[in-house]
Structures are given as C-alpha cells and as structure tokens.
C-alpha cells in the first residue's frame, strides 16, 4: 500500500468528516457536530410531536404526474374533492391538504403536484386510499398518473 493510501484510511479510521450546508446554524448541524444524540432525538421528537408527523401520525402522499399542465391542474382538485368525500364516511380523524405543485414541479417534461393526507394508518384509511383510486382512474385522465407513497422517505 502506498504512502496516500495509508494516509487516507487513517484519516477514515478517525472518523473526520465535511459538512457543507447553507444553514450552519441549525440544530441538527450543531447536535452532529456535537455528537450529541440524545439532544438532537429529544429536539426532533418535540418537533415531530407538536407537528403530528411521524412517529405521532402517518403521511400519505399522493405523487401526481402528467406531461399535460392543464390536465394535472384539474386532476389534482379531482382527486382532492374525491378523498374529501370518501373521508367523510370514515371515523378516523384524516387531515387533507389541497393539491399543490411539487417542490421540483417538473422533470423529464412531467409536471409534478401532491397532495399530502395526516392520519392513522388503518383498515379503513387503506380503503380510503384504495377508493380515491378507483374512483379517479374510472374518470380517464389520458396523462396522467397517481403513485401512491405512505410514509415516504423524501416529500421532494
């Protein structure tokens, strides 16, 4: 092994690492550069908590795409107004957010909207989910498409 190599795993093996952000500040940044775990989970898990995210509640998303910007526009309110009636028949507290455009609105000439469902994740929101479905594709938008992601790992 030659000279740089052997620098390079050192340099591995005591754990250095390089953080580049817009947002030095922010405590996540500052728990990691601290190491110190326990704060950074007692800060995130306030957070969490006081928002209803996840552990406290599930996220349902509802990825729109559609090389057709009218016709995702309309297919969004449709889906909208769909999951709102089908929700009025449930017991379980379901919070719907109106469609709105991705944050990265467009890739690959497709347009990209969401819609963004809080609840508990149960029978009966899975039939929610499953219905909201059926009922938009018997509409036939020729354009678009709905990928449905439960607790997705990424909201981009």
């Not at 020729?142 to 981009?156: A, E, G, L, R, Y």
Request: one cysteine or more; hydrophobic letters at 35%.
């Amino acid at each position: 092994m030659c000279k740089w190599q052997e620098e390079l795993e050192e340099k591995l093996r005591s754990g250095r690492v390089i953080i580049q952000t817009y947002s030095p500040d922010n405590y996540c940044i500052e728990q990691a550069k601290e190491q110190n775990y326990e704060s950074f989970f007692e800060t995130e898990i306030a957070i969490r908590k006081q928002l209803n995210y996840p552990p406290f509640c599930d996220i349902i998303l509802f990825n729109i795409n559609s090389i057709d910007e009218t016709e995702i526009e309309k297919a969004g309110q449709k889906i909208y107004r769909i999951l709102e009636n089908n929700s009025k028949k449930l017991k379980s507290n379901v919070v719907i957010f109106k469609p709105v455009q991705s944050p990265i609105n467009k890739i690959k000439n497709k347009y990209r909207w969401r819609i963004i469902v809080k609840c508990r994740l149960n029978n009966n929101v899975i039939d929610l989910v499953n219905n909201t479905l059926e009922d938009f594709y018997k509409l036939k938008y020729k354009k678009t498409t709905v990928i449905v992601d439960v607790n997705p790992n990424s909201m981009m």
